[in-house]
């Protein structure tokens, strides 16, 4: 799910340790695409770049942790997003050779009606947010915080007026890192735990999207170092 990989793979922790297989799970998303670069192209070359980032998971109590989450993928836009052998987009434009190699690259037309690809894109991801919130018997109002992936500002900050949540309840390391592929959400979940913000018992959200096209919602009880396994939360 690329971008939005961070989300199956809580989810799969959290079910692995329901089966009790494991106490402790580390995962770690990361961004490499300096490689596969294509300068020429404005559209990737200014808001994609390298970086990752992890998150320890470990025993909680029995109401925190993942709470609900939602996952889905329309694969008519499977191939709009992507890393191919090819040469420069614009090769007036790019600098050195305009060798033939694995670039990344961002297509709207590839899957058939750009129209229709935008509204998907705008409309996916607040829909699964809504899909969590329902599982969880949560609202908006409910969500302390939102860790989301920053890809393109314009969109993402159209998934937050959207899904009508105060800007003040986001946590962004856009201005640092940029767009930095599914490394993006943990980094904001640990922007928001190393400043002190999320208290025992918040209710946290995390989105993205995908290539595939993905997307994913997932919503987290959070649990504060130095609780007690066992109790309720306050």
């Not at 329901?18 to 300068?39: K, P």
């Amino acid at each position: 799910m690329a971008c939005a990989g961070p989300l199956p793979a809580l989810i799969v922790a959290d079910a692995l340790f329901r089966a009790g297989a494991f106490e402790r799970i580390v995962i770690v998303a990361s961004s490499q695409l300096r490689d596969a670069m294509d300068d020429s192209d404005p559209a990737v070359f200014a808001v994609c770049g390298d970086g990752a980032a992890a998150v320890a998971l470990g025993p909680v109590d029995h109401d925190a942790g993942l709470v609900a989450s939602h996952l889905a993928a329309d694969g008519r836009w499977w191939n709009n997003v992507g890393i191919e052998e090819r040469g420069p987009r614009f090769p007036q434009s790019a600098r050195g050779a305009c060798a033939v190699r694995p670039r990344f690259y961002i297509e709207h037309a590839r899957g058939g009606d750009v129209k229709d690809f935008f509204s998907w894109c705008m409309a996916s991801v607040p829909e699964a947010v809504n899909m969590a919130l329902a599982k969880a018997d949560l609202s908006v109002a409910d969500i302390d915080w939102v860790c989301p992936h920053q890809n393109v500002k314009t969109v993402s900050e159209a998934w937050i007026a959207r899904l009508g949540i105060p800007r003040a309840r986001v946590v962004e390391t856009r201005k640092e890192y940029g767009n930095v592929g599914p490394a993006n959400v943990l980094l904001n979940l640990d922007r928001g735990a190393q400043q002190g913000l999320f208290r025992h018992g918040d209710h946290l959200l995390l989105f993205g999207q995908g290539s595939g096209m993905s997307v994913g919602a997932a919503i987290l009880r959070w649990y504060a170092p130095g609780k007690t396994v066992g109790h309720p939360l306050t």
